[in-house]
């Protein structure tokens, strides 16, 4: 018979230490699905942001804009690392995790075995105990009609024996259902370990579902990144080519066009040359135009004077003769009427001539000036701005002045002026001779009258 005092420690538990709160907290921290919600958020807003980036002709050679998508597709390997880190981190703690639950599994398990079998000794134990108990009553039973006074005594001895024996049994029974008690307590937080582990199981499960369907989205992502990245790139190489073709094509415009300045200038210049010929042919021509009219005039008034003296002189030897002898006054009156009418004759006609040949020089005069007016496309040969180009002018009216903010003619205007100026100069000495020649008729008239009443007389 095997029996251990109440105080003896043969046959306990260890009692298995419960995970604390802190701890528990710690476990549940570490295992936290990880929140990918707002990474693909973010993904996807960059993703975004690469897709409708405004790549211009100018943008796309940019240094700073090919730096930007290199940064960005950087975070986006970074991010993505660092989800792979804690995708690895939280396996960790998922392994950690189930390998303390197997461990406290086992122990508990072991614990609750040696429970079990400490109990099935102890109720052997107690069994025997009562067997022993039972054996002793019958055998007190059998010799209570037989005992003598030392047999009482050891009767007394006996029952004080299983006396004690009952009391280690009932001892005995109170370990036992402490045991049972501690075994029932063991079962409850094997339990709530068995259910901790499940939940953990699962959102460990839920987290590696997540994992992979974002594993999944993040690859997609980046596969499109990449194949948005690879067409702007192409895209970006065939705006290149378009640019320098169109550079090549513009350079050589601008070659075609430069060789036409270069002509257009070397005509400009001999443009400039042959104006400043015209404008000197045109000087010149002025010049012995104003010779030739101051001359004109200068014999015009001689001519003038000359007859004005000869018609005096005349008049008066008219007179003179008239007073005389008024038969030859009136034969010589007739010889001079005729010289006269003869002389006014040549003289108109010599005026007509110098008429019509100031007017030929006036139309030569215009001709030429609306020769060099068409040259010229209308430019004013004796105006020009500070570069020395000619300026070009509209044509005025001889009642206004041309707007080149002068008071003066222009040059073609300057030149009819003149030429206006002349043809009434012209208007002017025909009215005077055709009124000298009123006067001499008047005169002769009168002298007639006069030779008549005097031979009346």
């Not at 709530?192 to 993040?218: F, G, H, P, W």
């Not at 006054?329 to 006014?344: D, G, T």
């Not at 500070?386 to 073609?412: H, M, T, Y």
């Amino acid at each position: 018979m095997s029996w251990a005092p109440p105080h003896s420690t043969k046959g306990t538990i260890p009692r298995r230490p419960t995970p604390s709160s802190s701890s528990r907290s710690s476990i549940a921290k570490n295992a936290e699905p990880v929140d990918v919600s707002a990474l693909r958020n973010e993904l996807s807003q960059r993703e975004d942001e690469l897709v409708w980036l405004p790549f211009d002709c100018a943008a796309r050679s940019d240094p700073q804009m090919q730096r930007k998508l290199r940064e960005e597709f950087g975070a986006l390997e970074a991010e993505t690392k660092r989800a792979h880190e804690e995708l690895s981190l939280a396996r960790e703690d998922r392994d950690r995790v189930e390998n303390e639950n197997k461990t406290i599994s086992v122990k508990a398990a072991r614990d609750l075995s040696a429970s079990f079998q400490m109990l099935e000794e102890v109720r052997q134990e107690r069994d025997s105990l009562l067997n022993d108990l039972n054996s002793s009553r019958s055998f007190m039973t059998v010799l209570a009609g037989k005992h003598d006074a030392a047999q009482s005594k050891a009767y007394l001895d006996l029952v004080a024996q299983s006396n004690a024996l009952v009391e280690a049994n009932e001892i005995h029974a109170h370990e036992t259902n402490s045991l049972t008690q501690r075994i029932i307590e063991k079962d409850a937080v094997l339990a709530s370990i068995r259910r901790e582990y499940r939940d953990y199981k699962l959102s460990t499960e839920a987290l590696l579902s997540d994992y992979q369907v974002n594993k999944a989205q993040l690859t997609e992502v980046l596969e499109d990144a990449r194949a948005d990245m690879d067409r702007l790139r192409r895209n970006h190489s065939q705006t290149l080519r378009a640019m320098e073709k169109t550079a090549r094509t513009q350079d050589q415009r601008c070659e075609e066009l430069q060789g036409d300045i270069d002509r257009l200038n070397q005509s400009d210049l001999e443009l400039q040359a042959e104006i400043s010929h015209l404008r000197a042919e045109l000087q010149n021509t002025r010049k012995s135009y104003h010779e030739e009219s101051t001359s004109l005039k200068r014999e015009h008034h001689l001519n003038q004077d000359q007859l004005r003296q000869s018609l005096e002189m005349r008049i008066q030897h008219l007179r003179v003769e008239m007073e005389t002898n008024s038969a030859a006054h009136q034969l010589e009156s007739n010889r001079l009427r005729a010289e006269a009418a003869r002389e006014l004759e040549e003289m108109a006609s010599s005026l007509e001539d110098s008429r019509l040949a100031l007017q030929d020089n006036i139309d030569i005069m215009r001709h030429n000036t609306r020769e060099k007016r068409s040259i010229t496309g209308g430019l004013d040969l004796d105006s020009s701005d500070d570069d020395g180009n000619l300026r070009p002018v509209d044509k005025c009216e001889k009642s206004i002045q041309c707007e080149s903010f002068e008071a003066r003619w222009c040059s073609g205007c300057d030149l009819e002026q003149q030429l206006v100026m002349q043809e009434a100069q012209l208007k002017r000495q025909d009215s005077t001779i055709r009124e000298l020649a009123s006067g001499v008729d008047a005169i002769y008239s009168a002298w007639e009258e006069n030779v008549g009443s005097s031979c009346d007389m």
